[in-house]
């Protein structure tokens, strides 16, 4: 087992402290710190930077973040077991690592970080879409996040960073890829957990861009996008039938055939059809 810091392995803390894995949390932890490391640096410099970790568990990930430099971790932690562990890694670095004992969904601690801030995590999977999303989607672009470096299922990662034409194509690829580049940087088989998931996870990295890809109303973007992929196997004439009126013509001049389905449209013509549905 690596060492990075002074701190004892992590194995030994989940025993010491009695953190059990819960799988209702969504625990299944990583107990190489070489890899919690190369997770970090998956982030980029974090040296000047504020970092959010959400469900640091019994810290493996958290002491790579201190380790690779980061300037503060805040860690939301929701299981309180883990709260003894994470405070003798604040002790560890004075002043560095900020612990809150809430669930994710409940506080909005980005407003609480300087920034440039970065998102690292090793999410839990009942949560992390969700969480996702929220980044995703915030009142105003750019966000107050730089980077978001996320693990995830494989089958979470590869709807994020699918192509048009592919399986996973859909509505989250779109959301992600229309202001960030996203593109997966690790991937990591069950045995790399403790205990192992049934399925591989990945590593997502997603950069804000300054403004999106294409302009288009973000409301108007997703409401397109939603009902074009609610119906994924339907021709889009018949998928977006009721959205607007004359909803063929509308198809036609963004350069989508309206016999074609959502999964082989790019992000570029879904944008084009944004702007001339919001123009009804
Ligand atoms: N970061 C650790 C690691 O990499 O080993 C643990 C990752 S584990 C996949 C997910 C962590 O998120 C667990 O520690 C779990 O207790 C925590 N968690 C689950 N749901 C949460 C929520 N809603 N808010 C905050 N933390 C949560």
Known sequence: MSRIDSLPPLKDVIEA???????????????????TARIA????DLSGADVLEVGPGPGGLTRGLLAEGARHVLAIEKDSRCLPALAKISAAYPGRLTTLNADALDVDPLAHLTPPIKVVANLPYNVG????????????????WDSLTLMFQKEV?????????????GRLALLAQWRCDARIVLTLPPEAFTPPPKVHSAVVHLK??????????PKVLERVVAMA??????????????LV?????????????????????DLERFCALARLVAAK
């Open 129 to 144: 879409t969700e969480l996702l999303i929220r980044w995703l989607t915030p009142a105003q672009w750019p966000p107050v």
């Open 157 to 169: 990662a590869e709807r994020i960073t699918a192509r048009p034409g592919d399986k996973a194509y």
């Open 208 to 217: 804000a861009l300054e403004s999106p890809r294409f302009a288009a109303d």
């Open 17 to 35: 402290h009695g953190i059990a894995p819960k799988k209702a949390l969504g625990q299944n932890f990583l107990l190489d710190l070489n890899l």
């Open 41 to 44: 640096r998956a982030a980029g």
């Open 245 to 265: 009126p004359e909803i063929e013509d509308k198809l036609i001049a963004a350069g989508i055939k309206p016999t074609d389905r959502a999964e082989t449209v």
């Open 229 to 242: 992929f609610n119906q994924r196997r339907k021709m889009l004439r018949a998928a977006l039938k009721g």
